[in-house]
């Protein structure tokens, strides 16, 4: 049996590890085993500047959290555990997971688990169908550039309009001075 102390310190751990998770909105599990020094330092490197908490974490005080979350992440929680939790943005964190899986596919065990999202336990393909999404910033400029388009077309017209009138080639007809000579006959 644990020291009083040592329990305390663990209990400490589980509640940490519960508000963290609780201010989620998503948090994937991976398998980091096999993930050399560098590579690993590469991950984090851009998890941190995305604003995503990405941990090592033992299966155990997962397990205790994420039952008092709720979250029953079942044959999930053994081997080499890590998480990346993301307050607000679920695309960048699949998508920055997924792609190392990828990368890393053929050199190590690296390997996306499973996961959370507002509350629903969700698998590695809905994993892999999230990070194939374009981020937060690709779809504001895409819709930003829809949009955008009428107005930029309206502006293209409006100016080869002026360009027109500015070289006289649009200009009021003159009368003809063969219809003039037909009324005056009449």
């Not at 998890?47 to 992440?73: P, Q, T, W």
């Not at 959370?116 to 336990?121: A, C, H, K």
Request: with cysteine.
């Amino acid at each position: 049996m644990p020291s009083e102390s040592t329990l305390k310190s663990k209990q400490q751990y589980v509640a940490e590890l519960v508000e963290k998770i609780k201010a989620s909105s998503t948090g994937i599990i991976v398998s980091y085993k096999g993930i050399n020094v560098e590579n690993d330092t590469k991950l984090r490197k851009e998890m941190r500047e995305a604003g995503i908490d990405y941990f090592v974490v033992k299966n155990s005080m997962l397990r205790f959290a994420s039952k008092e979350v709720g979250y029953d992440f079942g044959d999930n929680l053994t081997g080499t555990t890590a998480i990346a939790l993301s307050p607000e943005d679920p695309v960048c964190v699949a998508k920055i997971l997924t792609k190392y899986a990828k990368d890393l596919k053929d050199e190590t065990e690296f390997a996306v688990k499973t996961g959370f999202l507002d509350g629903e336990i969700i698998d590695i393909k809905t994993i892999a169908e999230i990070g194939s999404l374009p981020t937060k910033e690709q779809l504001i400029g895409q819709l930003l550039s829809v949009l955008v388009a009428p107005i930029r077309g309206l502006a293209i017209s409006l100016n080869a309009i002026a360009e027109k009138n500015e070289n006289g080639e649009n200009a009021e007809p003159a009368e003809d001075a063969s219809s003039e000579e037909t009324s005056s006959e009449e």
